[in-house]
């Protein structure tokens, strides 16, 4: 079975530093894919970045970016210059099969 | 942009009543996906569909549930005989292919009284 962790339950940051959420996960397929899902009070669930595992290099999404490391299984997203709307929930979650397997999230805070 | 979405926003019944959740996916998407979402816990898979037909589910996913595709458009998911416990946020989501990002509806929440 796929598990995903997420370490840090509650993470907060001042607006316009970066903030880093961790995420590990456990897998013993070789091709799959990672995502990371913000999840604001709304609850609607907002896809922030993916990264497929057979690609070395780091997904990017403008002030979005993952530090991806494959041996480590572990898939961390970084907020770059952090802006009071990127309060959320975050969710990391991993594919297998056709299933989304998702860790527990980290409540994050930016203050003004 | 497409979006998927989902019909009610909030959906509340009695103990033991049939509810029927419904879900528009984005139009070109070929697989569809029920989740669950206990209020503070995290977001649980249900159900995938593709070719009209289950192709996974989850130990919750279990006879009092059931999913279709009634027309080219429409994704549902019925609970026969509703529990306290089935109390949730729901949501619908299609991707195009499998193994990829799935799409998330704005989700349907579900309380049952």
């Known amino acids: 079975a796929q598990t995903v962790t997420q370490s840090q339950p509650e993470m907060s940051v001042q607006e316009a530093e970066t903030v880093t959420l961790s995420c590990t996960y456990d897998?013993?397929?070789?091709?799959?894919?990672l995502f990371w899902y913000k999840q604001p009070p709304s609850r609607q669930m907002i896809l922030v970045i993916r990264?497929?595992?057979?690609?070395?290099q780091n997904a990017t999404e403008n002030r979005f970016s993952v530090n991806f490391q494959k041996a480590a299984k572990s898939f961390s997203l970084k907020i770059s210059d952090s802006q009071l709307g990127d309060a959320a929930m975050y969710f990391c979650?991993?594919?297998?099969?056709?299933?989304?397997?998702f860790g527990e999230g980290t409540q994050l805070t930016v203050n003004p | 942009e497409p979006e998927v979405t989902q019909t009610p926003s909030h959906q509340v019944t009695q103990m033991g009543q049939e509810v029927i959740l419904r879900c528009v996916p984005i139009?070109?998407?070929?697989?569809f996906y029920w989740y669950r979402q206990i209020l503070g816990q995290k977001v649980e898979f249900l159900v995938s569909?593709?070719?009209?037909?289950?192709?996974?589910k989850s130990e919750i996913f279990d006879d009092q549930f059931s999913v279709e595709r009634p027309d080219g458009s429409n994704f549902t998911l019925k609970i026969r005989s509703t529990k306290l416990e089935d109390s949730a946020m729901y949501f619908c989501?299609?991707?195009?292919?499998?193994?990829?990002?799935?799409?998330f509806g704005q989700g349907t929440r579900l309380t049952v009284v």
């Open positions: 139009s070109n998407h070929l697989y």
């Open positions: 569909f593709y070719n009209n037909e289950i192709s996974e």
């Open positions: 979650a991993q594919s297998s099969g056709s299933r989304l397997t």
């Open positions: 897998t013993s397929e070789s091709d799959y894919y």
């Open positions: 990264q497929e595992a057979y690609k070395q």
């Open positions: 989501a299609s991707s195009g292919f499998m193994n990829t990002e799935a799409f």
